[in-house]
């Protein structure tokens, strides 16, 4: 009922930067935070940044200053500017948000995207 489709993935050299994209799409009456998380090879997945569907946003300590998160609620999509980019940020980053559909008793769901890959590498 609810689709994720995320964009802007690739390969950077370091201190580059990148733009991720992510709209929600289907039956949707609400949506409440979004988020990214991303997952490094032999890792787990970790939280990157969130945004409440007031703008209020909170970041992990190791982008803090050099990722910034934004969400345009006419269009259900969120952004995350990467700037600064570090090989340590390598890994694939996936789009996470809370939306309640159009369903009957009304209920919150977690949707996650697809996942793009981002690289950072000389």
């Known amino acids: 009922q609810v689709q994720l489709m995320e964009s802007g993935g690739g390969l950077v050299q370091p201190g580059g930067s990148l733009r991720l994209s992510c709209a929600a799409s289907g039956h949707i009456y609400s949506i409440n935070a979004m988020g990214w998380y991303r997952q490094a090879p032999g890792k787990e997945r970790e939280l990157v940044a969130t945004?409440?569907?007031?703008?209020?946003?909170n970041y992990a300590d190791s982008v803090k200053g050099r990722f910034t998160i934004s969400r345009d609620n006419t269009k259900n999509t969120v952004y995350l500017q990467m700037n600064s980019l570090k090989p340590e940020d390598t890994a694939v980053y996936y789009c996470n948000t809370n939306v309640r559909p159009y369903t009957w008793p009304p209920k919150n769901y977690d949707y996650w995207g697809q996942g793009t890959q981002v690289t950072v590498s000389s």
């Open positions: 945004i409440t569907s007031g703008g209020s946003s």
